[in-house]
Nanobody, 125 residues
Framework: QVQLVESGGGSVQDGGSLRLSCAAS?????MAWFRQAPGKEREGVAT????????YYADSVKGRFTISQDNAKITLYLQMNSLKPEDTAMYYC?????????????????????WGQGTQVTVSS
């Protein structure tokens, strides 16, 4: 099991920025950020392939959010710019440690094995 600990959430105004971090305790194939707003399903935001660095984003965040990892591949980041009230949610870090190729499941929460506890992001208008 990979232990994941998120940090960096908070409250910002519409148009503001935040950077989320996720410390991982082990090796993974893919790492991703998901979010879940009250009353809604968990939604995939962005994913990164740990070996090659390729990234994939949900259409709703393309051009505003950037996912990255440090060189040691133990910390995952999500830089969030131009935040909107609809980005308000609990954000979760997730790790895939069993499947080296996710294909169309890159943003499917069922494809991920381990989850962090979440960090709240609130964007006010």
């Amino acid at each position: 099991q990979v232990q994941l600990v998120e940090s960096g959430g908070g409250s910002v105004q519409d148009g503001g920025s935040l950077r989320l971090s996720c410390a991982a305790s082990g090796r993974t194939y893919y790492m991703a950020w998901f979010r879940q707003a009250p009353g809604k399903e968990r939604e995939g935001v962005a994913t990164i392939y740990s070996s090659g660095g390729s990234t994939y984003y949900a259409d709703s965040v393309k051009g505003r959010f950037t996912i990255s990892q440090d060189n040691a591949k133990i910390t995952l980041y999500l830089q969030m710019n131009s935040l909107k009230p609809e980005d308000t949610a609990m954000y979760y870090c997730a790790a895939d440690r069993r499947r080296p190729f996710l294909g169309p499941d890159k943003l499917n929460p069922l494809a991920y094995d381990d989850w962090g506890q979440g960090t709240q992001v609130t964007v006010s208008s």
